[in-house]
């Protein structure tokens, strides 16, 4: 049965221009858009409660201007490859700021990155 892929509309633009890339078609295969579930950020506590997960994805910028985050309502936060502000170049601190202050306004508690370990979040 496979995983079903699940697309935030908000990535859908940066993923239509990654199929012409040729450094992305090394690595990747590619999917089949008529198999993958594209959702709206709007939509997706619905979305989530179907599957049996109570949260919400919210957009948060700064590593791409399509990153999303996943919060769950018990405070479980998947952040992806999102920057801590610490680490932002000059030119996009605030955009990642901004992202920050809207996981933690949503109620995270613990962040989970794309890569390294689980961290509080206060």
Known sequence: MGVKLIIVDVQQAALDAQK???????????????TAAV????????????????????????????????ITDDGATFTGDLTPPIMAGENNVQTLQASWDAIRTHGAKVGYPGHGPSFKLT
């Open 39 to 70: 959702i709206s950020l709007a939509e997706s506590r619905a979305f989530l409660a179907k599957l049996g997960i109570k949260g919400e994805i919210i957009a948060t910028p700064g590593h791409s201007d399509d990153s999303v985050t996943l």
């Open 20 to 34: 012409n890339d040729p450094d992305f078609k090394k690595h990747y295969s590619g999917y089949d858009r008529k």
